[in-house]
């Protein structure tokens, strides 16, 4: 049976009428029409509530597009009669599958993209030259995979989704928020983690750190992020093994400077500027042009080593955050694969340089009123002791949306987490269902107030809509707002100390 689909909530035309609520074949569903893609295989797969049509698409909206989807919709009772489009991951590259066929096992027809290109998530060489497959990566290829999504559902079922939803976390949390501010009708509810919406300035601050770290003694090895890590936690957690209140935390990486003769258990003034340069971010002039990393998980698996430092100054280019902000200045902003970020100005030109880059990759639009009008609902989170995207890059965007956007609470929450590494991990519970709750907000109109984060060693904390903070008071944990208190700015460039 041949079935054509020209747009998005336009007439479906089939050689032969749809009986009413009746199904269509997963097999037939490979001949299924999309405007500017094809259907490239279609079958049943086993999930946990039954069966499932697994679709695989590729669109081709430009000339040098190729933009690959899938999408997976349950079959009879096993779907729940909504959709969830998930969001990638560092610089994309494939289809997050795990993803799709996991929220397909939660009864939701589900769908993601590569965004465009063929990749390991690390590597950007594919842009150099290609302009539009740039914009596939920012936006279109979102936009593609929305469009299909709904179209195969409403294809297979005779019916659309009755909700739609979009759950994204790193750079799929900049994908999230790009949802809510460009293609604001396009979904019900948001999810948006560890957003890494501002893209090119985090970038830049990356560059800096990393500059500062191959200064002559400037790298911090694993006994000195331990020796960061411990100070820290000394001084601000009370006793336990996270900080729970970042905001009130002070902490000077000075301290553990090394007196006259002394060798062990301190740090070197070149390995203190490091510290300082990760802590406070990219410096101009006095300035800091955006925050830098949260103190007290420097030593954690997962944490600085993964993404900062390396496991050791051989390896210290390995580094996801080395990689990727190395690829993407290489790429994105200086169409140049010989460009060394470790050179490179870090002033005020790399603002002007980075602008173009910025109107295609980052999501700053703190003006969220078309997404409140259309009755969307967005939660965002993030761990405060990310070590990939600064966290307080969300409490930034937060108070842009507070401060832009009329009655902001109606629809919108942040939760910051204690503890929390990059999307999951560390040595605070981060594990939260925020797709149920999003849900029960969207359906039942229940905003979230104080929710429950649990790790698999069965802890649990109370997380707080920021800017309050959870606090224990006469044994009993609750929700308490005080005067944000801001991390002091190093009023000096730390590199020049």
Known sequence: ?????????????????????????????????????????????????????????????????????????????????????????????????????????EGYAAAGTDDGHGGNGRTATWALGHPEKIKDFGTRSLKETTEAGKLLIKTQ????????????????GREALMEAQRFPDDFDGIVAGATANYNTLSTGGRAYMQQTLAKPGGYLALPQLQLLQDAALKQCADGGAFIRDQMACHFDPAVLKCKPGQTDGCLTAPQIASAKAIYSGRMVGGKSMFPG?????????????????????????????????????????????????????????????????????????????????????????????????????????????VATTKDAASFYRLYMIPGMLHCQGGAGPGTVDWLSILDRWVEAKTAPQEVTASSPSGATQLLCPYPAVARNQGGAWGCWVKKVQRLPVTLADPRKG
């Open 1 to 105: 049976m041949k079935l054509h689909l020209f747009a998005a909530g336009a007439a479906l035309a089939l050689a032969a009428p749809l009986v009413a609520h009746a199904e269509t074949s997963c097999a037939d569903m490979a001949q299924a029409k999309l405007p500017h893609a094809e259907v490239t295989a279609a079958k049943s797969v086993a999930i946990q509530g039954g069966q499932a049509c697994d679709l695989h698409v590729t669109s081709r909206p430009t000339a040098d597009s190729e933009i690959k989807i899938e999408v997976m919709i349950p079959q009879g009772p096993a779907w729940n009669g909504k959709f969830v489009q998930v969001g990638n991951g560092g610089l994309a590259g494939s289809i997050p599958a795990a993803q799709v066929k996991g929220r397909a096992d």
């Open 157 to 172: 079922k005779g019916e659309p989704p009755k909700r739609s939803y979009f759950v994204g976390c790193s750079a799929g």
């Open 293 to 401: 990393y949260m103190p007290g998980a420097e030593a954690m698996r997962g944490a600085w080593q993964a993404w900062n430092t390396g496991t050791s100054q051989a390896t210290w280019e390995e580094s996801s955050g080395h990689a990727i902000s190395s690829q993407f200045l290489k790429y994105f902003v200086y169409d140049d694969p010989s460009f060394d970020f470790l050179k490179m100005d870090l002033g005020p030109k790399y603002d002007r340089d980075r602008q173009k880059t910025a109107a295609v990759l980052d999501a700053t639009n703190a003006d969220l009123t078309p997404f409140r009008s259309h009755g969307g609902k967005l939660i965002q989170y993030h761990g405060w002791n990310d070590p990939a995207i600064p966290p307080l890059g969300s409490v930034k965007y937060h108070d842009a949306v």
